[in-house]
């Protein structure tokens, strides 16, 4: 397994829903297993998952806009065992981890980085974005360390996996810069039709990514099949009215003639009709 990946692809997809089991692959040194799972399935998944999180073995967070590397390595905090006002240095949720993993080299630890795109990445990461490399961890020939603000010596063990999820379609916060998208393996994670276990609601799906992809010529802008699932007919205009429509006058910028004719287009002989409203959007209504 590599050990910095990012999963990427469309809202709703199951990336962040993913990690569990990439998280477990990666510690129980197995394949990753991708497969449709029943609730049953899952929820031994989770189990095993909430155990290693409990052991400190995996460590979850996300990412946001005031996201610095104060949170995520070291920075200073009040102490609040002292009388007066005064400062002390305190770890963030990387460098715990990273000391657990150092302390355990017989077992692997994973840290799992939500929305990884949402913050100031290079802010976040630091001189870490030198040290996360596979030749520069602590153990490798090329093993690097740096002086951290506390003045203590840092290096990244080998037996720490890096996880983030990324959302492709979301082009209104930050990219993943050059040098820190060469230190990650980028691993799409696809609408999955066979999920969804309703025909109709899988056929919608379809022919909702088959028009996105001929109409905005990318893979990036698409409907996972999460919308989806556990669903059934009588769920289409809450499902469209409430999660797909919405999201699809984003990818359009708000052109309502091409939100309307892909929604016709896929809802075509379901019972259902499109009502747009004098000062609103388009939704879906039943017929009578």
């Known amino acids: 397994h590599p050990l910095n990946c990012i999963l990427f692809g469309a809202p ?3 990336k962040t829903y993913a990690t569990a089991e990439y998280a477990l692959a990666f510690i129980e040194n197995r394949e ?13 998944v989770m189990d095993s998952y909430n155990a290693y999180l409990k052991k400190g073995q995996i460590v979850f967070t996300t990412f946001h806009q005031s996201y610095g590397y104060e949170d ?28 657990e993993a150092r302390s355990d080299l017989e077992n692997n630890y994973v840290i799992i980085i939500d929305e990884i795109n949402r913050a100031n990445i290079s802010k976040v990461f630091g001189e870490l974005i030198t040290l996360i490399e596979e030749d520069k961890r602590e153990g490798e020939v090329n093993a690097i360390s740096v002086v951290l603000p506390s003045g203590a010596k840092f290096s990244v063990p080998n037996n720490l996996y890096i996880i983030g999820t990324m959302n492709s379609a979301d082009k ?12 990650f393996d980028f691993v799409e994670v696809i609408p999955r039709a066979e999920f969804i276990e309703n025909a109709t609601l899988r056929n919608i799906m379809k022919k909702l990514n088959e028009s996105l992809v ?23 205009c809450n499902i469209m009215n409430r999660n ?8 359009f910028y708000d052109n309502s003639k091409k939100v ?6 896929v809802t075509n002989g379901l019972g259902v009709a499109i009502k747009k409203e004098a000062m ?6 039943k017929q009578d």
């Open 214 to 236: 001929s109409e905005l010529d990318s893979t990036d802008l698409l409907i996972g099949h999460s919308y989806f699932m556990g669903k059934t007919e009588a769920d289409i």
């Open 244 to 251: 797909i429509i919405p999201l699809l006058y984003e990818y």
């Open 32 to 44: 990753v297993d991708l497969s449709k799972k029943s609730v049953e399935e899952r929820k031994t």
């Open 72 to 99: 995520f390595i070291q920075g200073m905090r009040p102490d609040p065992n002292s009388d007066k006002l005064s400062f002390v240095y305190a770890d963030g949720v990387f460098k715990k981890i990273a000391d």
């Open 280 to 285: 609103g959007r388009i939704k879906l209504e």
């Open 172 to 183: 209104s916060i930050s990219l993943i810069d050059t040098a820190l998208r060469r230190r």
């Open 12 to 14: 709703g997809t199951g």
């Open 260 to 265: 309307k004719a892909l929604v016709e287009t």
